[in-house]
């Protein structure tokens, strides 16, 4: 298995550099390759920043890769519950915290100062995010 970086991944959705996204596709589909967390979160970052991407382009991007025969994230179900926060409005950051909170046992909610992601929240799930 081969983890890879952000760069990496970026050739191979946005397919812009024609030497450097060839080389990624044939590493994605050649062998068994895993992406960490952090790289997932630089990916829609990049994304949406670099190539103006919109959430439903991004979140589509983010199944399809992690849908990928040969590829494995760090967690398939942070991502998931991420997915679902973001597509309910919440930015990716802040979807992933929530996401790993509402997956944590014991964890009865999520405490923050952030309007948009309390407001987010209640489209998102069942995790009450409160006010400190």
Known sequence: MLAVDTNVVIRYLAADHP?????????????????????LLEVEWVLRRAYRQSPVQIEQ???????MPRVAVE???LLARALEAFNAGMEMADALHYASASGRD????????????IRSA???????????
């Open 75 to 77: 967690d398939a179900e």
């Open 122 to 132: 209640a489209a998102a799930g069942a995790l009450p995010v409160v006010r400190p």
């Open 106 to 117: 014991g964890c009865r909610g999520f405490a923050t100062f952030d309007e948009g992601l």
């Open 61 to 67: 991007a983010l199944r399809q890769l992690a849908g």
């Open 19 to 39: 030497d450097q996204s060839e080389r990624a596709r044939a590493l994605l589909t050649s062998q068994d390759i895993w992406i960490p967390t952090t790289v």
